[in-house]
Structures are given as C-alpha cells and as structure tokens.
C-alpha cells in the first residue's frame, strides 16, 4: 500500500512540475526561434563560422546544412575516439577500435547514445566530455532546430524559405540548453551525483574483494543526456549506478528533464502557428498516450502472469534497483522509450512479457508521446497530417491543415516518412535472424531472443538508444549494422520532414470555411490517437506477435 501511495505521489508530482513548464518554457523556445536579434556571444559564433545570420535558406540548403554538420561531426567523434590514448585525461585507457568507434560516432551525433561498451573502462574524460557530451547538446539542437524549419512550413507563404539551420543550432544550444543543463548539473551534484576529474580508484568491498571505481564529470553529462534525450550513460549501468542517479529525487528529477522540453514545444509550436488550441490538441494526444503507457507497463510489473520460476518467487523486481522499486522503474522505462532518451534505471530484459513489449511498441510508435527534442513534435505533425488526409478522404474534400492544402506531393512526403524508420526496423532485423553468426549472438533462444533482436533495431532507427540486454551487441556486424540504422532512422526523416516544409512554404494560405476540418478539438484528439496506433500496429504487429506477444502466450 506504501508503494503504491508512493507511486502515485511521483506521478502527480511529475505531472504537476510538466504543467507548470509548459507555458513558460514553451514561450521562452518559440522567442529563441523567432526573435530578430542576436547575442553578443551569438554573433561572435556566426563570425568564426562565416554565417550570414540573417539570411533565410531554402529547405534543400537547411538540408545540406543538417547533412554536412552531422556528417563532420562523426568524423570527429570518430577521430576523438581512435586517438584517445594520445588525449589528455585518457586514463591510460587504449583506443576505441574501429566498428565500436563507428557505432558510438554514429549513435551520438544521431541522439540515439546506443552503447555497445562500458563507458567507465572505454572512454577517457576528455572523449567523454569534449565529444560525447558536446554531441548531448548538438545533436538535440538539431532535432529542434528541424521541426522549427516545419513550424515556419505552416506559417510562411509564397517563399522557399525555412530559417537558417546555423542560427537555429547557435540560439538554441546557447539559450536553452547551456543554461538549462548548467543549472540542473548544480542540483544533480546536490542530489549527490558525481562531478569529479578522478581516475581509477580500487576500492575494498564487504567481503573483502578488490573493485575498480572510475570518477568523472558525471553531474554535467547526466543533466544533458536527460535534458537532451540523448540517455548515453557515463557507466554501463546508466542510470541505475548510483553515481549518475543517487536517490529517489534525482530519479524523477531525471524523469522530468527527459520529458520537459518535448511535452513543451506543443506549447512553442501553438505560439509560432498563431493558435494555442493546436498545440494544446498535440499536448493532449502526447499525454494520452504516455499516461496509457505508464498504465500498462505499471499493471504488467505489478501483476506479472508470467509462468517463468523467476516471476513464481517475485522476481518483478529482477532487474529493478531497490532504491527504487516498481512504480519508479516503471515511470522511468515509460518515459526513456516514449522519447528518444535509451536511458534506464533498471533493465528492460527483465520486465515481464507485456511491460517489455510495451516498451518497444513505444518505440515503434515513433517516440512521439512526447518524442525527443524536436523530432517527436515533428513526428506527431507529420500523423496529424495523416489524420487530416483520412478525415478529407472521408468526406471527399482535399485536406487542409493549419490553412495549407495537402495535395499529392504533401502526402508523398509524409508517407515517405512514415515507411522510412519501419522499413529500417524490419529488414534489419530480417537480416539479424537471416545470419548464423548474428543469431549466435542472441543470448537467449524463442520468442525472447526474437524480441531481443527487434528491440535493438527498433531502439537505433527510432534513435532511441535503450537495450534489452540479453544480446552481445558489440560485433563488427551489429556495430556496423545497428550505425547505419541509427544514420539512416535519423536521416531519412529528416529528408523528408523539411522537403514538406519546403512544399508547404510556397503555398499560399487558403481561408477556413464552413468544411475546414477543425483540428484543435476532442474529435480529430482522437482521430490522431486512433491513426497513430492504426498505423504503427499494421506496420508492427506481426513482428510483435512473433516476439513479445508470443512470449506472453507461452
């Protein structure tokens, strides 16, 4: 009963603390992505990179802007990690090898932060904070900076012009997420995280053996890596190891920071479009959804109807930290795999059958409830978009949303999207299950080791980063093969998201009418919800009914 009090006490308290972000900061970002001035510290940037920062570009140049930007900054990531033993603060550690340097280049810049190592016995505290980190703040100024460029898709007319990419990255790493992690680095260093340049230190343990403890900038990697859903943890064990995640307060602390931003741009995105009722119905949607979420993988972890001898003896607590029990673990594995975080505080292997596979079908779903910095707001657009096309479909009337016309081109792109990171998922995994020496790979036979395969390419082409274990990952085939997911789940849709936003700028704005289909309202609320679990359990389902579903029926 004192759990269960406990559980609804973190979850009002979560709640409450989103609500009373949303409007403040939701304002504060469409300023940053608005505003004609610049900073001090801003136009100096733009100097030293040669930017004309009040010049608009078109979508393929803001394009090619994401493309080079990220492009540069794997071959970075790459290097910093292939040199580290000539790095200072290397901790003698040797260089990453090629694959694995190729797979963590790729998951950072991509905020996925998939990790086939153990970040304390891999990764000096240069790499990890000169690289790493500095891809925490970049790689989710990117995601915004792109559903920005969509935003102003709908509020622009008669041009081909979006915004500049380079502006947007600059305003946005600056204003919101420099001071926001700063801050929150402070309180996680008061929770009692680790912020510290130590080594390797050997330590006694109760029983007399001997472990090695690495220090670190621990407090400031944390406080972005949530801030950001990034979810790249400084140890192996994430957010579980008690140096990244002392307590319960730091826990939903951390839960709040990875959900705050992304249930906040609905707010910056009804600001930027002129109608707060349409970022309120994309709010409501979200919320929706990841209160369902949090239901049924709670239910399933509290009453667990597994056969299996582990769950018989109680084992829902397998794989969860004592510190913080059901509700918390639960809260958490909701909240990391509805955005695009891959941080946990406990291990998603052990869940029960229909907690685990809830948690990839939350990852399927796109991770738009909220979804990442940026990308689950324009995830969620671009299904409304397909909302409004079945509702115009309906009534045979060309479909119109936020006052621009839906024509064939408009649909192609969104459709595009919406078969990109599916088709990423599902061949990949094919091929995983298609290979001797991959299958070989799987530590566990049946429909868990099938689930275990599909929530590893789920988990990099939605750029969530979040495991199953249960899996050795860390081969030059699967290091290879989950870095291109990561690349192309990123990629493609991006492609995509900004060529409509180039289509939709050059239209003309069409009036509302007596047949505009009004799209603030509880009905098309539920249209969209009704279209995104349509659309992601065709996509998935039979998938799901050979993993966790199977398992479940065992």
Known sequence: MNDTLA????????????????????????????????????????????????????????????????????????????????????????????????????????????????????????????????????????????VAALIRGFTRKRTDRVGNFWVDLTRIVVRLLVPMAFVFAVVLVACGAVQNFHGIHEIS???????????????????????????????????????????GISNILEIYLLLVISFSLPRTFGRMVGDHRQGYAILAVMGLIWAASVAIITVNELHS?????????????????????????????????????????????????GGGGMTIFNMMLGEIAPGGTGSGLYGILILAIIAVFVAGLMVGRTPEYLGKKLGAREMKFASLYILATPAVVLIGTGLAMALPGERASMLNSGPHGFSEVLYAFTSAANNNGSAFAGIGVNTEWYNTALGLAMLLGRFLPMIFVLALAGSLARQQQVPVTAGTLPTHRPQFVGLLTAVIIVVVGLTYFPALSLGPLAEGLH
Not at 21 to 34: E, N, Q, V, W
Not at 307 to 327: C, L
């Open 7 to 146: 559980g609804w006490l973190q979850i009002t308290v979560l709640i409450a603390a989103l609500a009373l972000s949303y409007r403040p900061l939701g304002d504060y970002m469409a300023r940053i992505l608005t505003t004609a001035k610049h900073l001090r510290v801003e136009r100096g940037i733009y100097r030293l990179g040669g930017v004309d920062a009040d010049a608009d570009q078109k979508w393929s140049a803001y394009l090619r802007s994401v493309l080079a930007f990220s492009a540069v900054s794997v071959l970075f990531l790459y290097a910093f990690q292939r040199l580290q033993n000539h790095l200072l603060l290397s901790l003698g550690f040797a260089p990453v090898k090629a694959d694995q340097a190729f797979n963590t280049a790729a998951s950072f810049v991509t905020n996925t932060n998939w990790q086939s190592y153990s970040g304390e016995v891999t990764m000096g505290h240069l790499v990890q904070m000169m690289g790493l980190a500095v891809q925490n703040f970049v790689s989710a100024a990117v995601g915004i900076a792109v």
């Open 305 to 353: 109807v597994s056969s299996s001898a582990g769950h018989a003896a109680g084992g829902m607590m397998e794989g969860k930290e004592q510190r913080f029990g059901i509700w918390a673990s639960t809260l958490f594995a909701a909240s990391t795999t509805l955005t695009s975080t891959g941080a946990v505080n406990s291990f998603h292997d052990s869940f029960s059958p």
């Open 205 to 247: 343990t109760l029983i007399g053996d001997k472990q090695s403890v690495t220090g670190g900038p621990v407090a400031s990697q944390e406080a972005i890596k949530e801030l950001g859903t990034n979810g790249g943890g400084f140890y192996n064990a994430n957010s579980a190891h008690p140096f990244e995640n002392p307590n």
